[in-house]
């Protein structure tokens, strides 16, 4: 059955790439069959460079995309926040996508997939999935001993035992946006709290197997601050967690 699809991509700094990223999502979104209609929602999140102009100059060869921008650096989830309140009430499915467009391979599987359950998340740690390391810098390393380090922690205290939770490519029913009003974090771990409440509610999701990389651009690098406001969103997720704001 052919589906209405929301999709949410929150951007910073992406002027060399993100027109190009666009223009290639648009043309693969023609092809799916599942899609009856789409948007493309778009949150610049205070882009320091000319993100916002190579947006708008993507922006005005179509009539199917809003564009919201962040004065300043507001973060992943705050972004995504933002961009729910602008989604059709035709909606079906709301995407949760990077600015990268990770996965461009496996977005068919993802939308088809999407279209007959309530939510679909990439699961970069399945048995199916392969990492390519295109490049052995130490940085490369550093990114994924950080990545499977933080998902140990989460499932130590108990906040989840999926092994992925912060792939850069989930979908679910647009009806759960409404969930959204007890997410508290606006950063990095924003995708995890969201899960989060989902099992609660026992709603959980579809994996989908993929081929993935490990990008020399991102956040998380050796920002220390960035680490610092992790760890105050793993605070809130731990201590609402614990008083049961979540169930």
Request: glycine share 4%.
């Amino acid at each position: 059955m052919k589906k209405y699809y929301s999709i949410i991509i929150p951007v910073k700094n992406q002027e060399n790439k993100i027109f190009y990223n666009l223009k290639k999502l648009v043309k693969i979104l023609k092809t799916f069959k599942c899609i009856q209609k789409w948007e493309l929602i778009l949150i610049d999140d205070g882009s320091t460079d000319n993100t916002i102009k190579e947006i708008i100059k993507f922006k005005n060869k179509l009539t199917n995309i809003k564009l919201l921008k962040n004065k300043i650096n507001k973060g992943k989830g705050y972004s995504i926040k933002k961009g729910l309140r602008l989604i059709s009430a035709k909606s079906d499915k709301v995407v949760l996508i990077d600015s990268d467009i990770p996965y461009f391979k496996f977005l068919k599987n993802f939308f088809n997939s999407l279209s007959i359950n309530s939510l679909v998340i990439i699961n970069r740690k399945d048995k199916k999935s392969k990492l390519i390391i295109k490049d052995k810098s130490l940085y490369i390393f550093y990114r994924i001993f950080v990545g499977h380090f933080l998902n140990l922690i989460f499932r130590i205290i108990g906040l989840t035992n999926l092994k992925d939770t912060q792939a850069g490519l989930k979908g679910f029913d647009s009806s759960f946006k409404k969930i959204f009003k007890k997410v508290k974090t606006n950063g990095f771990l924003f995708d995890l709290e969201f899960l989060l409440i989902l099992n609660k509610k026992k709603i959980y999701p579809k994996f989908i197997a993929c081929n993935y990389s490990v990008s020399k651009k991102s956040s998380i690098g050796f920002n220390f601050f960035i680490y610092l406001r992790i760890l105050s969103d793993l605070f809130t997720i731990v201590y609402n967690h614990i008083r049961k704001k979540y169930d």
